[in-house]
């Protein structure tokens, strides 16, 4: 089906392991994002690409790396994971532009990611 | 002070209840405005946009009001069915992207 999809949507990892975490969207869109929801913050924007090969930082990047070789795919890795970094990771795209349905984004079903 | 603020809650309230949420903003630059709908463990989905000169989607009305930087969703005669967590959401593109989430505010709609 299309739309945008995250995996894993489960991982528990450990300390100092580097992991890999997957989206993929089907509709072309320019933008996607990665934020992480933890209780108390909401979500939090981490990186964001408005293309293909333009990535940029977004509130909370430390820890974290992206990509976007291909417009369809934007994987986020942590390169050393930490214990501060579990939480729930929802990747989103949306359309390039500034008016009405070009702005919303359209979220993946989030992957869960415990560090041990 | 965060730049965008929501009463946590809970909101307890029974069927049929009007019930409101209250956003505020911190950045004045702030271009566009949405709340977003996020059930239980699940992603969030678009609710509706808020323009400014206020609108309406079936028994939902956002409001926006830019000089006190304050965004409002009032649900009427709610449903079961809307127990949810409610999220406000701020864009501005002034200085880059930015895209940034409230907390949100939970609701729970009792029969």
């Known amino acids: 089906d299309a739309g945008i999809t995250q995996s894993p949507r489960y991982k528990i990892t450990e300390t100092g392991r580097q992991v890999t975490l997957m989206c993929h969207q089907t509709?072309?869109?320019?933008?996607m994002f990665w934020y992480r929801q933890d209780l108390g913050h909401g979500l939090r924007l981490i990186y964001y690409s408005a293309a293909a090969d333009i990535t940029d930082k977004g509130e909370v990047p430390d820890g974290y790396v992206v990509s976007r070789s291909k417009t369809e795919n934007f994987p986020l890795t942590l390169e050393s994971a930490t214990r501060s970094q579990t939480s729930v990771y929802f990747c989103?795209?949306?359309?390039?532009?500034?008016?009405?349905?070009?702005?919303?984004?359209?979220f993946g079903p989030g992957t869960r990611l415990l560090v041990l | 002070r965060k730049e965008v603020e929501q009463d946590p809650g809970p909101f307890n309230v029974p069927e049929g209840a009007t019930v409101a949420f209250n956003c505020t903003y911190s950045n004045s630059a702030s271009q566009s405005f949405f709340w977003y709908r996020q059930d239980c463990r699940k992603e969030p989905k678009l609710l509706m946009s808020?323009?400014?000169s206020g609108n309406e989607d079936g028994r939902f009305t956002a409001q926006l009001n830019r000089a006190s930087q304050y965004i409002s969703l009032l649900i009427r005669d709610s449903k079961l069915s809307d127990s949810a967590t409610y999220l406000c959401?701020?864009?501005?593109?002034?200085?880059?992207?930015?895209?940034?989430f409230g907390a949100g505010t939970r609701l729970f709609v009792k029969a």
């Open positions: 509709w072309s869109h320019s933008y």
């Open positions: 989103a795209s949306r359309l390039y532009g500034t008016s009405g349905a070009q702005e919303t984004q359209y």
């Open positions: 808020v323009y400014s």
């Open positions: 959401v701020v864009n501005s593109e002034t200085g880059g992207f930015k895209t940034i």
